[in-house]
């Protein structure tokens, strides 16, 4: 199975300021990267697929990069609805799998 | 607009099968276009990938459970359901069902709001 680290686990951040959260594969993964948000109580909202492909209706602030091992999702301008845990998840070889997340918190 | 929903019991006794119904609305379950799965996160932790399955009956499952898994479709009633066998305290957790397309590496675009299970005797 492809394990995917993400760092940091947790970040407190100040509302308008810029957050970056990575996603190490332990394999070469091709396209098939995906970031999710979950917030307290919800199921994982879809935010970014293919690695930088945004999803219907995200919020422009939210981008994301990278390729074969490393990728990155990035929030500009953190705003405070953006609390929640992020999730990159990886469906280029099964089983897919998920990061272990990432709480962003406002400070 | 899509809605997935979540059904079964919240408290399975440990050693017997969990069982669980995603109900599908706004859309139909026959789509070839879409692949319907199962996810679930146990309390405060991550998530795992469960199986999927497309509405002729073809599945997918993630190997680590392979051997007490079954996920079945019911085209007529618009459902896929869920079912693991021989459950313990790990199996316990919020279960999800969700929506990809096709492309087998396409995410999961819509999820039900998920069912907590608890394994307890």
């Known amino acids: 199975d492809i394990v995917l680290t993400q760092s940091p686990d947790f970040q407190s951040v100040t509302p308008n300021e810029k957050v970056t959260i990575t996603c190490r594969a332990s394999q070469t993964i091709g396209s098939g990267l995906h970031w999710y948000q979950q917030k307290p109580g919800q199921s994982p909202k879809l935010l970014i697929k293919y690695t930088s492909q945004s999803f219907s209706g995200v919020p422009s602030r939210f981008s994301g990069s990278g390729s074969g091992t490393d990728f990155t999702l990035t929030i500009n301008s953190l705003e405070a609805e953006d609390a929640a845990t992020y999730y990159c998840h990886q469906s280029s070889s099964l089983p897919g799998t998920f990061g272990q997340g990432t709480k962003v918190e406002i400070k | 607009q899509l809605q997935l929903q979540e059904s079964g019991p919240g408290l399975v006794k440990p050693s017997e099968t969990l069982s669980l119904t995603c109900t599908v609305s706004?859309?139909?379950?026959?789509?070839?276009?879409?692949?319907w799965g199962w996810i679930r996160q146990p309390p405060g932790k991550g998530l795992e990938w469960i199986g999927s399955i497309y509405y002729s009956g073809s599945t997918y499952y993630n190997p680590s459970l392979k051997s007490r898994l079954t996920i079945s479709v019911d085209t007529s009633k618009n459902q896929f359901s869920l079912k693991l066998s021989s459950v313990t305290a790990a199996d316990t957790a919020v279960y999800y069902c969700?929506?990809?397309?096709?492309?087998?590496?396409?995410?999961?675009?819509?999820w039900g709001q998920g069912t907590l299970v608890t394994v307890s005797s």
């Open positions: 706004g859309g139909s379950i026959s789509s070839s276009s879409y692949y």
């Open positions: 969700a929506r990809r397309l096709v492309p087998a590496t396409y995410p999961f675009d819509y």
